[in-house]
């Protein structure tokens, strides 16, 4: 009987054909394989090392350029100080900020009186009046030529105390002319009337007629806190000239006066600003611009109007109280 193939059960042995060697690469590609493993493996190390030599780099050049620390001596410094001082502009002293704090409030009061019969028959009138006849609509030059009230008997001084354009000033200012006229700030002129009277304090409140756009009305300040030795600024028009400004201190208070109509004014505030004729009814301001009084006198032993170093001003309150108000 003819018997099948017998196999093995551990596995055939094959032989495999060896493989052939793997081609050299030249030396060149092979430098350049190595180098482009290497900046996969270490690209991080590799830029650290860069930024840290950068920084280095950027301090040295820094060191080297920058100049050295100046040591500065006290007459460096001094010197240094007085040059800025020298070419800082000066500021204004408290004397010329008060002043031109008030200066808009402040108003020229003249005074006119009607003209006597010999007054009428002065050369020239008849001209004016044919000229005032003659003048055409709008000729204000004419017109002008024309007033025979250009010229006040009496000029003093005033103050705006309020936006309604009151205004306060002396009592004995008012009384001494038939006929008003106040100059504001701006030029604006306007008839005005008394519309009040206080005569213990040789007060008088006036009401002008015509208002400028920008009437800018004065701050009041109480008196408690006033001491001798206390700048004031006294501003107002002397001698029809101004307005004008003069400064000095508050030299007493509480003090007398006999005015000009013979009334004894008491509760006063003495100063050395220079008040002259024209000042009275004007504004004395302390160094904020604030009104705390109106200048009411002056006192010369020589009886003459003219300064001698003596003024004398109503305090506030009592001016206040004259024109209805009662701020404090």
């Not at 793997?22 to 060149?28: F, G, V």
């Amino acid at each position: 009987m003819k018997k099948g193939s017998l196999y093995s059960s551990s596995l055939r042995s094959r032989s495999t054909p060896s493989a052939s060697p793997a081609p050299r690469l030249p030396l060149r590609k092979r430098w350049l394989a190595a180098l482009h493993s290497y900046d996969a493996k270490h690209q991080r190390f590799v830029h650290f090392g860069a930024s840290v030599l950068f920084a280095a780099v950027a301090v040295m050049a820094y060191a080297l350029l920058s100049p050295s620390a100046q040591h500065l001596s006290q007459t460096d410094i001094n010197d240094s100080v007085l040059y800025t001082l020298k070419h800082q502009p000066r500021a204004p002293d408290a004397t010329a900020i008060a002043a031109a704090i008030i200066r808009p409030s402040v108003v020229r009061v003249n005074g006119y009186n009607s003209k006597k019969g010999d007054d009428k028959d002065k050369p020239g009138d008849k001209a004016k009046a044919d000229v005032a006849h003659n003048a055409k609509p709008g000729d204000k030059d004419a017109q002008k030529d024309a007033k025979d009230d250009d010229e006040p008997d009496s000029v003093g001084s005033g103050v705006i105390i309020d936006d309604k354009g009151t205004i306060l000033t002396n009592l004995h200012v008012a009384a001494s002319a038939e006929h008003l006229k106040v100059i504001f700030s701006d030029g604006t002129v306007s008839d005005a009337e008394v519309v009040g009277a206080q005569p213990e304090d040789d007060l008088a409140v006036l009401q002008p007629k015509t208002l400028p756009d920008d009437m800018k009305p004065a701050t009041l300040a109480s008196t408690k806190g006033l001491m001798p030795g206390d700048m004031v600024v006294a501003t107002g028009f002397p001698f029809g000239i101004g307005p004008s400004v003069s400064a000095g201190v508050v030299s007493g208070l509480k003090r007398e006066y006999m005015s000009e109509g013979k009334t004894k004014l008491k509760n006063l505030i003495q100063f050395d600003a220079a008040a002259n004729p024209g000042n009275s009814g004007g504004p004395l301001v302390n160094k904020e611009g604030e009104v705390v009084g109106i200048v009411t006198g002056i006192l010369n032993p020589t009886g003459q109007r003219v300064f001698a170093g003596i003024g004398f001003a109503v305090p506030i309150e009592n001016a206040a109280a004259a024109a209805g108000m009662s701020p404090f």
